[in-house]
């Protein structure tokens, strides 16, 4: 498994962007078995309307662009799972995270 501390997360539904306000965020890469699975887990935020939103809704699908704190840019899509009471949430990835295994990630 692979982590990474994230300086910037950025989220997006439709039409809607959040800059998201965190203590701390880690990335964690899982690779079993010739897949590679990666989610987000996300503590401190401070937007507490974002989460009861999701917390709210069945549509929590969303975009998602990251750099780490190394400067790699990253981005994929996700499903969005908040928790209010703790003021955290988790992003599951689905499917491929662009700009892993590439040196740098994306291009901005």
Do not use: C
Request: a negative charge; hydrophobic letters at 35%.
């Amino acid at each position: 498994m692979e982590t990474y501390d994230l300086a910037e997360l950025v989220i997006a539904q439709d039409s809607q962007t959040w800059n998201l306000v965190f203590s701390r965020a880690k990335l964690m890469i899982v690779s079993d078995y010739g897949t590679r699975l990666w989610y987000i887990d996300i503590d401190g935020m401070t937007d507490e309307s974002l989460l009861k939103r999701f917390a709210e809704s069945e549509n929590i699908g969303v975009d998602m662009h990251t750099t780490t704190i190394g400067g790699r840019r990253l981005e994929g899509r996700g499903f969005f799972h908040p928790n209010p009471q703790h003021r955290a949430a988790a992003i599951r990835g689905d499917g491929q995270l662009e700009g892993y295994g590439q040196p740098g990630g994306i291009a901005p």
